[in-house]
């Protein structure tokens, strides 16, 4: 997978003229928390040479395909991808952080992380956490046997949104560092699950557990009641700096 996925990569490249800037795993292999046939949720962003910023019209600013059984694969290009930073987008915080990089350039990850922590919005980053726990307590997780894939991402929502209430820094995009706010009492069942779901198919069901799901509804309450407390932060000098970090990317992208 990982030649296909570079190979892939490689003729987008050729076949849009564009130059890719970074690809990582954005899904549950990255998250930690793998079944045998999750495919590879494969996020990349891009950028067009010059000439194609000098227009009256903006151009598409997304590439997507059809996905199969292995591969999801898709891309935002350079001027979204940093528009997003500045606001804030936690799927984007993530991305910058996965530990599974199929390709980089030009240093990108790095030039990029040093205005991660200012580009962090607190407040956004609880809302969307908590839009994806809401989905898992109120619909995915309702019924006397649960989907063990749905049961996870809920789990991981509710651990990053406590982190985004309790602490000042972004929260980790893997499920390890995030256990830390686990109670004690519910770690071992989680363990079982995780031993569960690494021989288990994407579709495995388990029994409901009122103790998790207690858990998790805790939670919910908790992070909304908290959402209206924190302070909307606002970009500020973050916004020149992302501006000169897209400026220097377009140059170096075409130039080396």
Sequence with gaps: MLS???????????????????ACESGSRAWGFPSPDSDFDVRFIYCHPPAW???????????NFPVDDELDLAGWELRKALRLLRASNAALFEWLQSPVIYHEALDF????????????????GLHHYLGQLRRGVEEDLTSEEVRLKRLFYALRSALAARWVRERPTLPPM??????????????????????????????THVPYSAALVGFLQAELVASQAARETLP???????????????QALIGDAFMR
């Design 4 to 22: 296909r996925i570079q190979a892939s990569l490689r003729q987008l490249e050729i076949t849009h003229s564009i130059r890719i800037l970074y």
């Design 174 to 203: 893997e499920f390890g560092p995030l256990r830390e706010l686990l109670p004690n009492a519910l770690q071992a069942d989680v363990d079982e699950l995780l031993d569960r779901k690494a021989t288990a198919n994407e579709k």
């Design 109 to 124: 990850r790095a030039r990029v992380a040093a205005v991660l922590p200012a580009a962090f919005n607190r407040k956004a």
């Design 232 to 246: 909307v932060v606002r970009p500020g000098k973050v916004a020149s700096e992302l501006d000169a970090i897209f």
């Design 53 to 63: 910023y000098l227009t009256l019209d903006e151009g598409p600013d997304t590439l």
